[in-house]
């Protein structure tokens, strides 16, 4: 994607590689179709290509029935493309030469000669049979808007993101929303992100779970993300309305992370209350705690060797929360970035509160806006990180005008 060579369509052959393609497909956005050649030894994979391909590929009606076997045979779509073969180095003389066949009126027989080769010509050949392939290609293609039937469901990138050359990336809550103060600035702000060029991506970096992500953007009416970082970056997801968490992140943010263990330590320390199910995630302990109990060395002796494995935030003066090491709203916006081949300076970023300083004490460019915490007053005067005066949305254009990222 950084040379800007994006293929519209993928097509895979065998078992393996269609497990491959299932994964690439989600993952970039992009259909496939795939071809069976053996069948027994990889049925997960070829399961997965029955439920994944847009369509599958076979050379004659009766192998499509050897696929009635697996599970997923109901949800697959096949096409019976006749295979190519060299018609001028076919012998019609076949009936003739094996003494297989019946003798009949010459005129019918000129006929059904003709028919044969005419047809056989137009049917059979390697031509017609990427001719009609290309067809059934052009038609998915053109019925979903160049998602892919099927794919249009369940991608994971969107087309906008398989384009992007830039990021934006805000926090949801106090920063695009404030109710409580009006949301200054969010209609501005709602329809400058709807009508955002081609090579902008948009990303909301939130402490909310998915689900409060999903609520969030349906009740204040807030542009589909492109790129969706919750729990305060323990999850990265390319769509709110499908459920596709980006499952290498979560393999790499989980490394030493023991979340029984962590929460036995921390029961010892008597100024933490455990918040609600709904706060909780299984790489993410999430607690109450005053401002004026909280205090980190505690924290750190209860936890032992395990506080150099976690990462512990405090924000808006009552939220505190234990994370992986390797997970910060921060490090998932690098790794996206990475996989899109932008480097930090084609990323901005706003926030308002503790839980955002590190996305915006990092090399991104950065609002923070005007109704923030005070614990993001030790960002004031650094390098590349703007404090606004507008609060919320408002906060947030004022910071996209400052750094001249204006559309």
């Known amino acids: 994607m950084s040379n800007n060579i994006i293929p519209d369509w993928i097509h895979s052959h065998s078992a393996d590689s269609g497990f491959v393609a299932a994964r690439v497909s989600k993952h970039l956005g992009i259909p496939f179709a795939h071809t069976g050649h053996s ?35 109901e949800r697959g779509i096949f096409h019976s493309i006749a295979f190519g073969i060299d018609t001028g180095q076919i012998p019609f003389e076949i009936v003739e030469r094996s003494e297989h066949g019946i003798t009949v009126d010459s005129s019918v027989r ?44 369940r991608t994971a990138y969107s087309k906008k993101l398989r384009t992007a050359k830039r990021i934006i990336a805000l926090d949801i809550d106090n920063t695009m929303i404030a109710p409580k103060i009006g949301n200054p600035g969010l209609d501005v702000l709602r ?51 499908v459920d596709y968490s980006d499952k290498s992140w979560h393999k790499f943010i989980s490394y030493r992370w023991n979340r029984p263990r962590l929460m036995q330590s921390l029961s010892l320390v008597d100024f933490l209350e455990l918040q609600e199910p709904q706060a909780q995630s299984p790489i993410k302990l999430s607690y109450y705690c005053t401002r004026e109990k909280y205090n980190l060395e505690t924290i750190r002796k209860a936890l032992g ?15 505190l929360d234990i994370l992986p090491h390797r997970a910060s709203k921060s490090r998932a916006l690098r790794f996206v970035a990475k996989k899109l081949g932008l480097s930090p300076h084609k990323v901005m970023t706003a926030g308002d509160s503790g839980n955002d300083a590190d996305m915006l004490g990092s090399p991104f460019l950065s609002t923070v806006v005007g109704n923030y915490s005070p614990e993001l ?31």
Do not use: C
């Not at 030894?41 to 290509?49: F, L, S, V």
């Not at 060797?305 to 935030?313: A, E, I, M, Q």
């Open 39 to 73: 069948f027994g030894p990889r049925i997960e994979a070829e399961e997965t290509g029955l439920a994944e391909a847009e369509f599958i590929t076979t050379s004659t009606q009766q192998e499509i029935r050897t696929w009635e076997v697996y599970q997923n045979f």
């Open 110 to 153: 000129d006929e059904m000669s003709s028919n044969g080769n005419k047809n056989v010509s137009s049917m059979y050949t390697g031509t017609s049979h990427v001719e009609r392939y290309i067809e059934l290609v052009q038609q998915n293609l053109e019925l979903s808007r160049g998602f892919g039937l099927k794919q249009s469901n």
């Open 377 to 407: 007053e030790i960002l004031r005067n650094r390098n590349g990180v703007y404090f606004a005066k507008g609060f919320a949305a408002q906060g947030v254009w004022e910071g996209v005008n400052h750094f001249d990222w204006q559309w």
């Open 305 to 319: 060797r395990d506080f150099f494995h976690v990462t512990v935030l405090y924000s808006h003066e009552k939220f």
């Open 191 to 241: 329809e400058k992100l709807l009508n955002r060029p081609d090579d902008l991506a948009f990303a909301v970096a939130s402490g909310r779970d998915l689900g409060l992500v999903r609520e969030a953007i349906e009740k204040f009416k807030l542009p589909i993300p492109d790129i969706i970082i919750s729990a305060i970056g323990t999850q990265i997801d390319y769509r709110p309305d």
